[in-house]
């Protein structure tokens, strides 16, 4: 997991600009923001996407759709999109679960 780089921020290895933490996720920016308010929420347990939860995960992604709505809120974000890529096809570029979290402001339609 060395080189994943959501680890490395997890471990304070890579500056983020967190605004949650708890024991089984983090929230910080994103570094390119695509919306005003752009976050990512991942579970501190290395999970390399949507695909590989298990059952033993069931608490754990509990855990993450209830802090999510917490998050926003804290955030000031009224409206809001989730979303999170599953595979290189589906955009995703960063091989560690994590949900982006879009909102401020407009968003362009799905
Ligand atoms: P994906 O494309 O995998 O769904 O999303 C990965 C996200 O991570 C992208 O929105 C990208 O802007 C963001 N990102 C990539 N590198 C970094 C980084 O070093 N720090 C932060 N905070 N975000 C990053
Ligand atoms: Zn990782």
Do not use: W
């Amino acid at each position: 997991m060395d080189e994943c780089i959501f680890c490395r921020i997890k471990r304070g290895d890579l500056p983020a600009t967190v605004v949650h933490e708890d024991d089984h996720c983090l929230a910080f920016h994103d570094k390119f923001p695509r919306a005003p308010t752009h976050l990512l929420v991942i579970p501190k347990k290395h999970l390399p996407d949507l695909n590989a939860l298990g059952e033993e995960d069931k608490a754990l992604v509990s855990h993450i759709m209830l802090t999510i709505p917490s998050i926003a809120r804290k955030q000031g974000l009224e409206a809001y999109r989730m979303a999170t890529n599953i595979g290189a096809a589906a955009g995703q570029a960063v091989f560690h679960l994590h949900f982006h979290i879009l909102g401020g402001g407009p968003l362009s339609p799905l």
